[in-house]
C-alpha cells in the first residue's frame, strides 16, 4: 500500500517567517494531494490541494508544489501568523484511498 | 463544499460495551469513509461507507468490531463493539466531493475508554 512521510514532526517559526513541510510518497499511482489543517479539538480541514498532472498550486500565503518524478511534495505558508499554529498532515490518493503522513505541529512565535 | 456533524462529539464509556458514532451530511454524497485518530498520531483509513452495500474495511479492521450502516446518501454510523482501553481515539467520518477525491471531514468523536 501507499506511504506517506512527513517531516519535519515539529517546526516552530517566528511570525511573518516562512513554514516548508514536505512529503514523500511511495506509490507512483498516487494521483491527488491533499494537505489537512487540524486544530485542537476540531476535525482536519482541507486547506489546499493539487493533482498530478500539476506542479504548483497556490491559495493567498499557502502554495503546494509537486515532483511526480522525484515523488515529493511540499507546503509553503508565507507570512505566518498565530492562527496558522495547528497540526498539518499530508495525505496522498489512490482510487479515493487517502494515506496520511505522520503530521506536522506547526508554532507560530509571536 | 458539505457540512458534516457527527454525534455525539465526545463519550465516555466502559469496558466491554459497545458504542454508536452517528454521521450526518447536508448533501447526498456516494462514498462516506470512517477514520480513527488515534492519541497524537495521524489518521487510518477503517471503512469506506457505500450506500446500498456493504462496507469496505480496510486491512486490520473487521466487521465484527467495526459494524457500520449506510442506510442513504446523507448518513452513516460506526459501532465500536466490545469496547477496551486502546479504542480510545477520536472517530472520524468524511465523504467525498462527487467524483473529485476531494475528501472533507466532521469534527470527529472523541472515545474515552475506562
Known amino acids: 500500500g501507499e506511504n506517506v512521510e512527513q517531516h519535519p514532526s515539529t517546526l516552530s517559526v517566528q511570525e511573518g517567517d516562512s513554514a516548508v513541510i514536505k512529503c514523500t510518497y511511495s506509490d507512483s499511482a498516487s494521483n491527488y494531494f491533499p494537505w489537512y489543517k487540524q486544530e485542537l479539538g476540531k476535525g482536519p480541514q482541507l486547506i489546499i490541494d493539487?493533482?498530478?498532472?500539476?506542479g504548483e498550486k497556490k491559495d493567498q500565503r499557502i502554495a503546494v508544489t509537486l515532483n511526480k518524478t522525484a515523488k515529493h511534495f511540499s507546503l509553503h505558508i508565507t507570512e505566518t501568523q498565530p492562527e496558522d499554529s495547528a497540526v498539518y498532515f499530508c495525505a496522498a490518493s489512490r482510487d479515493y484511498k487517502l494515506s496520511f503522513g505522520a503530521g506536522t505541529t506547526v508554532t507560530v512565535r509571536a | 463544499s458539505a457540512v458534516i456533524s457527527q454525534k455525539p462529539s465526545r463519550d465516555i464509556c466502559q469496558r466491554g460495551t459497545s458504542l454508536t458514532i452517528q454521521c450526518q451530511v447536508d448533501s447526498q454524497v456516494t462514498m462516506m469513509f470512517w477514520y480513527r485518530q488515534q492519541p497524537g498520531q495521524s489518521l487510518t483509513l477503517i471503512a469506506t461507507a457505500n450506500q446500498g452495500s456493504e462496507a469496505t474495511y480496510e486491512s486490520g479492521f473487521v466487521i465484527d468490531k467495526f459494524p457500520i450502516s449506510r442506510p442513504n446518501l446523507t448518513f452513516s454510523t460506526l459501532t465500536v463493539s466490545n469496547l477496551s482501553p486502546e479504542d480510545s481515539s477520536i472517530y472520524l467520518c468524511?465523504?467525498?466531493?462527487?467524483?473529485?477525491?476531494?475528501?472533507?471531514f466532521g469534527p470527529g468523536t472523541r472515545l474515552t475508554v475506562l
Open positions: 493539487i493533482r498530478s498532472n500539476v
Open positions: 468524511s465523504v467525498e466531493e462527487q467524483g473529485t477525491d476531494t475528501q472533507y
